[in-house]
């Protein structure tokens, strides 16, 4: 069996500080390490590596799809979809370089990075039919942009397939999740949860904000493992 690698290690490291609940996607890889990932808001690939380097060290090969804006990114549009500043993307290039390195060979080749709004990547796979495992949603925060993105997915998914919501139930996700047909889909919000300090408004004086996974399948499906 492969151990995970020097950056994966420090990726676990940062997530035991501030994002435990990443933990819990790992879960999809130990059920099907060859599935097909398609994450929408790469970020700086914390995620990407944690999932593809604990797939290959069960003798997985999973596919890896990412999107994001990456160096179209501005200050304004950060600051409107509530991303965090930490988490502020590199260039696609750069970033696809650096996965690449830190997979490996046997996965390098099974990555690939799309640069552009989520919804205008999502319709082109959608008119490509194509389909995803596991589908990750952590892009844009307002709700026209995690609702669009939803809406969207619907149509890339398949009988068994799996999407995971981040952030809930804070912005646009919690009122996305909360409107989801219950009779099409099974809705479960995951334990885990990470809860981070901040700074109190006029409009929002809490000094804490928690953050969980939410996973839905179709309602069909068989449960989740």
Request: with cysteine; charged share 30%.
């Amino acid at each position: 069996m492969r151990l995970l690698g020097r950056r994966a290690k420090k990726v676990r490291r940062d997530h035991g500080r501030s994002g435990m609940r990443y933990e819990q996607l790992l879960a999809y890889v130990d059920a099907n390490p060859s599935l097909s990932i398609l994450e929408i808001g790469v970020a700086r690939g914390r995620n990407a590596l944690l999932m593809l380097e604990h797939a290959r060290s069960r003798g997985g090969t999973p596919h890896y799809t990412g999107v994001d804006v990456f160096e179209l990114m501005t200050e304004e549009l950060r600051r409107a979809e509530n991303t965090s500043a930490k988490k502020r993307p590199l260039s696609r290039e750069q970033t696809l370089a650096e996965l690449r390195k830190s997979v490996g060979a046997e996965l390098a080749d099974r990555i690939e990075l799309h640069c552009g709004f989520s919804h205008d990547v999502l319709e082109r796979f959608i008119e490509e039919g194509r389909r995803f495992d596991l589908i990750f949603i952590d892009a844009g925060h307002s709700f026209e942009a995690v609702s669009g993105d939803w809406e969207r997915c619907q149509r890339l998914m398949g009988p068994d397939s799996t999407v995971v919501f981040d952030d809930y139930p804070n912005w646009g996700v919690g009122p996305t999740v909360s409107g989801i047909d219950p009779t099409r889909w099974r809705v479960r919000v995951l334990e885990r949860a990470d809860v981070v300090p901040r700074e109190p408004t006029e409009d929002d004086p809490a000094t804490r904000r928690s953050f969980q996974l939410v996973e839905v399948r179709p309602a069909m499906s068989p449960p989740a493992r």
